[in-house]
């Protein structure tokens, strides 16, 4: 439909955005996406668990995509989507600099917020030596003093998943309670040592993490302190579009509700990657964008076909009254 200038708009360009819009640029559907080059992931030093694609630096294989998508014909522009509203058959996207473009269809893939405790120094460490991830960092931190922050019920899980990674590891409990029971069994059984009192600061030492300061004053020497972010989904533009933000059944986070395709129950509209599944993967999400991208060009498929058969349908009528 030449009224809008695309068939797609993908707001946010990371795995998933940039997936989906190598799918439907290679499916010849006229694509835009805002908002490529800082994907979650780059503080890191190298993606892992990318099989093929192993270390390589975030921004690098975003570049990689980028590239992609363009030499395909997509279309990829470094501005933030600040505004979107349904037309009556499609959606116009406003962004940060003014400009306004329109499309039939949308994918949101705007990622998430990593929303860490509340200690000094610990953003800045983030993705370096202060952790979340085993299978994105754990192999880089193997047999190291390992430190795991206490914020929530989950860090007795964390503690127990670093464990395979290191034989030294401290669970800091901060201000959550004592393990008991089966935890504190588990815990002595696999030589996980239980430290109490609140964690007021880490220690850095040319540029390396080295310690973990409790508000006593004592310092518990370490080389990594993984933590547990609340992952908090990127949805200003998903909430003008009426999309559905849940809490995770977890309590990890919140996302936007979609089906297995990423629809997004709100017509012309899908998601993909971190902001509807807040534990996607690199991979995962590439391939959640690539699916939803699929799904949307099968749509546009059966939009295109139901026009084309109305046209038909008047040619026909016009041709037998003549
Ligand atoms: C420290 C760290 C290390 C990690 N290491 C690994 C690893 O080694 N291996 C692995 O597989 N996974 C790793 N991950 C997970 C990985 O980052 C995610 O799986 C991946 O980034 C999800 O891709 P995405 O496209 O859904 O979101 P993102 O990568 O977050 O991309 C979303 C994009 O949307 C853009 N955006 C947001 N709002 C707007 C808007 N309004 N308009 C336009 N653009 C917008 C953002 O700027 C961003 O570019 C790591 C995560 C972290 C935090």
Known sequence: MSDYNFDVIVIG????????ALILAQARRRILVLGAGEPRNAPAAGVHGFLSRDGISPTELIELGAAEVTRYGGTILHARASSARREE????????????????????????VDELPDIPGLRQRWGRDVLHCPYCHGWEVRDQPIGVL????LAAHQALLFRQWSADLTLFLHNEPEPAGEEGEQFAARRITVVAGKVV?????????????LASGRVVPRRALVVAPRFVA????????????????????????????????????????????????????????????AAINADLIADDTRRDVARYRARELGSHRR
């Open 234 to 293: 990127r949805s200003e533009i998903a909430d003008e579009l009426g999309l559905t933000i849940a809490e995770h059944p977890l309590g990890i986070g919140s996302h936007l509700e979609s089906d297995s395709t990423g629809y997004a129950a709100v017509p012309g509209v899908w998601t993909a990657g971190n902001v509807t599944d807040l534990k996607a993967q690199v991979l995962g999400a590439a391939t959640q964008g690539a699916t939803a991208a």
């Open 13 to 20: 360009g990371g795995a998933a955005g940039l997936s989906g």
């Open 89 to 112: 058959q499609g959606f116009a996207v406003g962004t940060d600099d003014g400009q306004v473009f329109t499309a039939r269809r949308l994918l949101i893939t705007t990622g998430l």
């Open 201 to 213: 600061a880490i220690e850095v030492t040319d540029d390396q993490l080295t310690g973990v300061r």
């Open 150 to 153: 206490a914020t929530g019920p």
